[in-house]
């Protein structure tokens, strides 16, 4: 597995320290994953799609031009909208229907008429509030705008700083568009005269992205049990714990798992552009026939398990939000950490990552987790080690995840816990409800069929 992150990292420092969707730092992980799936005697399929992506070159600029000269600071009084369009572009700055105080119901360019009598070529300074950023920049753009900025609501002390916001992969503005403080907001909309200069030093676009799929060639394709982890990084840094940890494991899990047969055939995937908003997986499903959909048994995802300061987390299948089936599989995982004398907690399966898409269509999902930005409580401490009061992976998004991030005590725990999950629900086969009392199944019995260990 370490020689997986190995290259991993050295696909990203070789491509400007990245492996996000649409880099060739992506592509040479992709093609790395396939080569070694080939090379271990799969048949491996490179599923191309389309997505939107965003990545930031180097610092962005804002600063006064008239009434004289002042250049504000990235990441305190402004910073770039997700999405936004790259440029650089000088003009004066028109307010857009703004409302200033605590308590106030901004609506600041979510409508056409908001923008009536607009100049067209100049800047749009909007505020926060009700519609989202996206239509806000989108409407400053049909009204001749060169660039928006919206700035913080002001209407609780919550929403003062940066907004720190997302247009969404969907924006067609085609104009820069930066975020900023409440109170740079309203100083600049007090300011008579105005005239700006933004510079957003990104990338955005369309770009090619790949989902790598291997299965094996044993096991009823009536019964798939799928496998998968995000192979992409965040355009910040090379990901190699988020999510080379998972990618690393589940690789290396296929390459050992390449001469088994299995009574359920197995199919592995490594999913591309989550971090863009799940992307591939949903491409993925979304691409396949009802009848290959209904055929996938259960879902196990494996994102970020080697988190420097972490938990033992399992996706709770038990919530009311998880598809029937799902509390089996945290069943299992609760058994491996409890036959090896280990505590875990129960973590909601959340719709941030690849289980979001199967939990849509009703497919049983469920997998291990050792945290993320989230902050280790002094009983988390306690129990796991660590440092109470700090992040689970004190990287997480950053130039820092490297081969250095990741934990190799949680790695190579987690590590078995994906290899023996996959081979315990390849390995199930079906006993005939009729021989059951009906009154004796569960719902997640009833759902899999009863499935018991061959």
Known sequence: MRAHQ?????????????????????LDSVLYVANTLEAAGYLVEMQPFTVNSFIILGPSTLSQV????????????????????????????????????????????????????????????MQRGVCSFEVKAENAAA??????????????????????????????????????????????ASTPGLILSMFANVASGSVTSYNVIAETAAGDPGKVIMAGAHLDSVPEGPGIQDNGSGSAALLETAVQMAKVKPINKVRFAWWGAEENGLIGSNYYLNNLSAGHRDAISAYLNFDMIGSPNYVRFVLDGEDASAPIGSAAIKAFFASFYAARGLAFEPVLIFNSTDTAPFVSVGIPVGGV????????????????????????????????????????????????????????FANLKTKKTKKVKPSNLSPDQEYLGHLLVK
Do not use: M
């Open 6 to 26: 190995a290259a991993f990292q050295a696909a990203a420092d070789a491509n400007t320290g990245i492996r996000s969707a649409g880099t060739q730092g992506y």
């Open 369 to 424: 987790f050792t945290g993320a930005n989230g902050v280790k409580t002094p009983q988390q401490a306690a129990i796991y080690g660590g440092v109470a009061g700090a992040q689970y992976d004190p990287c997480y998004h950053l130039a820092c995840d490297t081969f250095d991030n990741v934990s190799l005590e949680a790695l190579d725990l987690n590590a078995d816990a994906v290899a023996a999950s996959v081979l315990h």
């Open 143 to 188: 009204a001749g705008a060169v660039g928006a900025i919206i700035f913080n609501q002001g209407n609780t002390p919550e929403r003062t700083g940066l907004i720190n916001g997302t247009l969404q992969d969907s924006y067609a503005g085609g104009i820069p568009v930066h975020d900023a403080t409440y109170a740079r907001g309203v100083e600049w």
């Open 66 to 125: 008239a009434p004289g000269s002042i250049a504000y600071v990235q990441n305190i009084d402004f910073d770039v909208f997700t999405y936004s369009a790259p440029g650089n572009v000088t003009a004066p700055v028109t307010a857009v229907d703004l409302q200033f105080g605590l308590g106030n119901l901004s609506t600041s360019g979510c409508e056409a008429a908001d923008f009536a009598g607009f100049p067209v070529g100049n800047i749009a300074l």
